[in-house]
């Protein structure tokens, strides 16, 4: 029924989603998927040790020590190696909570595997980055405690990690950074006091009041968080046998989390979202192209024809996105007076900023290296967005002062993506599984 309620066109944007559908399966899918594979795109750097903000870590399950450490700096100064003691920020109060604890500790552990040729390559990486001109914040990829992962080893799948823990993140997503008043409630926030009749009409009555930017900016955390959701219905952990888990789709929970009667009609609307989120990020990919075409731009590993073939591929990609005739058109927001539309748009990016500070906040390492990879994507798709002119004039044959991606930018934005992507084939796949249940 979730499915069934998805189709037509999407609000602010003129596109309709069996178009999207189309596209994604036969154009988009099958190429990401190959150029998430490739040594360029599989290793994210990223820093899981940073203390959360906002709040004492206190989730029922945070699963502070399945955490990554760096190898001695004598070794690699980007190798890693796995914590292995298991400690609780409070002590498990039954043998169930117990288990669904030590559960979530081994699902959501980052497996840190990678092997000396590739640990010697991210220095040769390192110096070839080094050599380019930066021109944004590189909050974690300088710090000490950021360590490279191989992403195809550590799937972004579920861990066990649910509860209170889990909602007082998206809770505080939501809450502080969707430019919404505390009297105006989400639906179906666990976290809201109950309102009797009101099913999320005066949520949506708010919504709909809001400057396009404002809608825009909450269609795109709720099109995450549906994404988020979707992969963990879609890599569920179905049984284990003999220590060994089989993943795979779990129907009654994608129901739980999707069905229009089971969310009081929240659940199409989430996956609308969703569309609208691949859009935006579409929309990206096809403004970027202009920078990748440049011969002073590769994606630089050390190994000259993966690397050529590499950026074969991601071109490829930019003229599928350029193909599509129905994007989101971006020149709608911030169109107004010069000095409101700079404001507006600084304080989206301070809101964004926030999100992803938010993401040190999630108790489970496996879930927060996708959250954050996620999250900068998505910034990385907007920062784009807001670059149009930049990237037009950019210089041919010299590094660009005016418009810059860092390495994490762009293996993020293309990771990030490639989840999408998944997401929307992992929506048709669940479509055929609700017909075979009937």
């Given at each position: 029924?979730?499915?069934?309620?998805?189709?037509g066109?999407?609000?602010?944007?003129?596109?309709?989603?069996?178009?999207?559908?189309?596209?994604?399966?036969?154009?988009?899918?099958?190429?990401?998927?190959?150029l998430?594979?490739r040594?360029?795109f599989?290793y994210?750097k990223?820093n899981?040790?940073?203390?959360?903000?906002?709040?004492?870590d206190?989730?029922?399950?945070?699963?502070?020590?399945?955490?990554?450490?760096?190898?001695?700096e004598?070794?690699?100064?980007v190798?890693?190696?796995?914590?292995?003691?298991?400690?609780?920020?409070?002590?498990?109060?039954n043998?169930?909570?117990?288990?669904?604890?030590?559960?979530?500790n081994?699902?959501?552990?980052?497996?840190?595997?990678l092997?000396?040729?590739s640990?010697?390559?991210?220095?040769?990486?390192?110096?070839?980055?080094?050599?380019q001109?930066h021109?944004?914040?590189l909050?974690?990829?300088?710090?000490?405690?950021?360590?490279?992962?191989?992403?195809?080893?550590?799937?972004?799948?579920?861990?066990g990690?649910?509860?209170?823990?889990?909602?007082?993140?998206?809770?505080?997503?939501?809450?502080?950074?969707?430019?919404?008043?505390r009297?105006?409630y989400?639906?179906?926030?666990?976290?809201?006091?109950?309102?009797g009749?009101?099913?999320?009409?005066?949520?949506?009555?708010?919504?709909?009041?809001?400057?396009?930017?404002?809608r825009?900016?909450?269609?795109?955390?709720?099109g995450?968080?549906?994404?988020i959701?979707?992969?963990?219905?879609?890599?569920?952990?179905?049984?284990?046998?003999?220590g060994?888990?089989?993943w795979?789709?779990?129907?009654k929970?994608f129901?739980?989390?999707?069905?229009?009667?089971?969310?009081?009609?929240e659940g199409?609307r989430?996956?609308?979202n969703?569309?609208f989120?691949?859009?935006?990020?579409?929309?990206a990919?096809?403004k970027?192209?202009?920078y990748?075409?440049?011969?002073?731009?590769?994606?630089?590993?050390?190994?000259?024809?993966?690397?050529?073939?590499?950026?074969?591929?991601?071109?490829?990609?930019?003229?599928?996105?350029?193909?599509?005739?129905?994007?989101?058109?971006?020149?709608?927001?911030f169109?107004?007076d010069?000095?409101?539309?700079?404001?507006l748009?600084?304080?989206?990016?301070?809101?964004?900023?926030?999100i992803?500070r938010?993401m040190?906040c999630?108790?489970?390492d496996?879930?927060?290296?996708?959250?954050k990879?996620q999250?900068?994507?998505l910034?990385t798709?907007?920062?784009?967005?807001?670059s149009?002119?930049?990237?037009?004039?950019?210089?041919e044959?010299?590094?660009?002062?005016?418009?810059?991606l860092?390495?994490?930018e762009?293996?993020?934005?293309?990771?990030?993506?490639?989840r999408?992507?998944?997401?929307?084939?992992?929506?048709?796949?669940?479509?055929?599984?609700?017909q075979q249940?009937?």
């Open positions: 029924a979730a499915c069934r309620k998805l189709t066109v999407l609000d602010d944007c003129l596109c309709d989603i069996e178009s999207i559908d189309d596209f994604n399966t036969f154009k988009i899918f099958p190429k990401i998927q190959k998430q594979e040594d360029y599989r994210y990223v899981l040790k940073r203390p959360c903000p906002f709040w004492a206190d989730g029922h399950c945070s699963i502070k020590d399945c955490h990554v450490e760096p190898c001695p004598s070794k690699i100064p190798g890693i190696k796995a914590g292995s003691s298991n400690k609780y920020s409070k002590a498990a109060n043998s169930k909570e117990l288990e669904d604890c030590e559960q979530a081994k699902l959501g552990a980052v497996n840190s595997t092997s000396n040729q640990k010697e390559a991210f220095i040769d990486w390192a110096r070839y980055d080094d050599s001109d021109f944004c914040e909050d974690d990829e300088r710090s000490p405690d950021a360590q490279y992962v191989d992403l195809l080893l550590n799937p972004e799948r579920y861990t990690y649910k509860g209170p823990s889990a909602w007082r993140v998206w809770n505080s997503i939501y809450e502080e950074n969707c430019f919404k008043p009297s105006v989400r639906p179906l926030n666990p976290l809201a006091p109950s309102r009749g009101d099913d999320g009409e005066s949520f949506y009555t708010w919504l709909e009041g809001l400057c396009l930017e404002k825009v900016f909450y269609k795109l955390i709720s995450l968080h549906a994404s959701n979707l992969h963990l219905c879609a890599n569920y952990l179905l049984e284990e046998t003999w060994k888990p089989r795979g789709p779990n129907v929970e129901t739980r989390r999707f069905d229009p009667i089971e969310t009081k009609g199409p989430r996956l609308k969703l569309y989120l691949y859009l935006i990020e579409l929309r990919l096809s970027v192209a202009p990748f075409e440049r011969s002073v731009v590769d994606l630089y590993t050390g190994n000259g024809h993966e690397d050529a073939e590499s950026k074969a591929l991601l071109l490829e990609i930019f003229r599928d996105t350029k193909s599509f005739h129905m994007h989101f058109d971006e020149k709608s927001m169109a107004g010069k000095k409101g539309a700079k404001s748009k600084e304080e989206f990016r301070l809101h964004f900023k926030n992803s938010i040190d999630v108790g489970c496996k879930c927060r290296l996708w959250g990879l999250t900068q994507g910034g798709a907007l920062k784009i967005l807001f149009e002119k930049e990237i037009q004039n950019l210089p044959n010299s590094p660009s002062k005016g418009f810059q860092t390495r994490q762009i293996v993020a934005l293309v990771n990030a993506f490639g999408l992507s998944t997401s929307i084939k992992e929506l048709q796949n669940f479509k055929v599984l609700l249940t009937r």
